[in-house]
């Protein structure tokens, strides 16, 4: 590890496209020091951290370690000064293996078998953290947990005395949060330096020695974790309080609105990976799907909206086979679908917002007059749409890729729950969303569920889980392990169901909640 004792950003500033993305930000982390770093979608966090590796240069402002100013233009100089990033969306050679991946990104890897020179350093890292890491395994075979650890390997083996965790815990199991978390304060206990992205702010406050807080691209605020609770927290982020608990009034359940039977799915590389699954879900109701990423919940998606063939069985919506049918087809049955990749899926990103605002509506009538779309009543339907989802956009005249990730997410969530579907099927809903987004879009799908319409929701947040679904089915390995109504008493042993056990009776097993 490369010796840190501090490292400052002084008055940094960046602009996009004549849009100030960070306006004069300083902040400063020290060693043994968990920094949080705290701010709504677009206030500025991502660019800051790209910055601080190297992918962005700052217009004006300086970064300083120990007290020395040093010039960062590529993530090869950042990794060279001692920092490190585990980003969002690991960065992994999936058919290749642990050492290999870990052997690619070593600056000082030998050209010739770089795997057996690094090998004992690895296994070193793996026994100090208690990483249980088989550097053999190719990394498509390993758990979401488990490559998160590579990654944090791939950044030490480096000697990264600072590690900036973007969302590190969004993919986790809890058994897996509880075991990062036990990392984290051991690498804390040796001087590492750690800057934590989250929007959990329970997280935050369990973590943090510190948190800086940004809004609209500016600092905002400074203050000690210990000292401050989840709604001054949400409060300095945007402004104002935050609701975090909702009431979920009993609705009985009313007309079925989907029929899954024993449906199969190939998944990419032609194996099952969704395996006889049934399930149904009504008018008035919520039903949710937990389970860490990569055990079958997007193939099982993708197959009810029509971006995945079934190879066995049957989906039925309000009655009607929709087995196989395309997209479109499907959409006017009445389903809209918040996809997992956005940007793949969910957008085209060279049209201009109002465009992607009314994709799959654009021949409806109310956007539409006969061979001619209506601009005048689709740019107004966009700006409210911005307004209802807090898009931050300077315009609704840019082209939607100059949106950040969050506000795309926004525009998304926005144009299908406006659509009014009787099946809203939606994957992550919130994942990076800031907790006042959050707030706003739980309380949409709510309002739906209680006006008559049917959600299927796959999440990996349990608490997202927990507070808005009447049923919970748990997935595992392309099964479930079980459904459970919203009281049930196995709640309490979830995590459990997400690592595999079957049929748990009411009060066996660990309690798994944080």
């Not at 004549?18 to 004069?24: K, M, Q, S």
């Not at 190297?54 to 950042?78: H, L, W």
């Not at 800031?434 to 799908?445: C, H, I, S």
């Amino acid at each position: 590890m490369k010796k840190i004792e501090s490292l400052e950003m002084i008055n940094i500033s960046k602009s996009f496209q004549g849009v100030r993305a960070n306006d004069n930000i300083s902040m400063k982390v020290s060693s043994g020091e968990i920094l949080g770093l705290l701010g709504e979608n677009g206030a500025g966090k991502t660019t800051l951290m790209n910055i601080l590796y190297g992918i962005y240069q700052p217009d004006t402002g300086e970064i300083r370690v120990n007290g020395q100013r040093i010039f960062i233009d590529s993530p090869k100089a950042s990794i060279d000064h001692g920092i490190g990033m585990v980003h969002q969306h690991f960065m992994l050679v999936q058919n290749h293996t642990v050492i290999e991946n870990i052997a690619l990104g070593y600056a000082h890897a030998p050209k010739l078998f770089p795997q057996k020179k690094i090998r004992q350093r690895v296994v070193s890292f793996s026994e100090k953290f208690n990483f249980n890491i088989d550097p053999e395994k190719k990394v498509w075979q390993l758990s979401a947990g488990e490559q998160q650890r590579v990654e944090i390997v791939k950044a030490l083996i480096n000697g990264a005395g600072l590690l900036i965790l973007d969302e590190p815990t969004s993919v986790l199991t809890p058994q897996e949060t509880r075991d990062f978390f036990q990392v984290l304060g051991k690498m804390r206990e040796d001087g590492q330096m750690i800057i934590l992205i989250s929007h959990k702010l329970d997280e935050i406050k369990r973590l943090c020695d510190r948190v800086t807080v940004l809004r609209k691209g500016q600092v905002v605020g400074h203050a000690n974790a210990g000292q401050l609770d989840k709604r001054s927290l949400a409060r300095m982020m945007i402004g104002r309080d935050v609701i975090f608990s909702f009431s979920r009034e009993k609705i009985p359940r009313k007309e079925k609105v989907l029929e899954v039977a024993d449906v199969r799915v190939d998944g990419d590389k032609g194996y099952p990976v969704v395996n006889g699954i049934s399930f149904e879900v009504f008018r008035n109701e919520i039903f949710g799907i937990a389970g860490v990423s990569g055990n079958g919940q997007r193939e099982l998606v993708e197959a009810i909206t029509g971006l995945r063939m079934v190879t066995h069985g049957q989906i039925r919506i309000n009655d009607i086979d929709i087995t196989n049918q395309s997209p479109r087809k499907i959409h006017n049955t009445g389903v809209s679908h918040v996809p997992e990749e956005r940007i793949r899926f969910g957008i085209a990103p060279n049209l201009f917002i109002y465009e992607n605002a009314i994709l799959k509506q654009h021949h409806q009538k109310k956007f539409s007059r006969r061979a001619f779309l209506a601009y005048g009543r689709i740019k107004a339907h966009t700006r409210q749409l911005i307004k209802d989802f807090q898009v931050a956009t300077p315009s609704i005249n840019v082209q939607t890729k100059n949106l950040s990730g969050g506000n795309i997410q926004k525009l998304i969530l926005g144009r299908e729950i406006a659509d009014k579907p009787d099946l809203l099927v939606a994957s992550h809903p919130t994942y990076g969303l800031d907790v006042g987004a959050t707030e706003y879009l739980r309380n949409q799908l709510l309002k739906l569920r209680a006006e008559g319409g049917a959600v299927l929701l796959v999440s990996e947040d349990l608490e997202e889980i927990f507070e808005l679904c009447d049923r919970i089915a748990v997935i595992f390995q392309g099964s479930f392990m079980g459904i459970l109504e919203s009281d049930d008493p196995r709640i309490a042993d979830i995590g459990m169901m997400m690592a595999g056990t079957r049929d748990l009776k009411a009060g066996e097993g660990a309690d798994a909640s944080l």
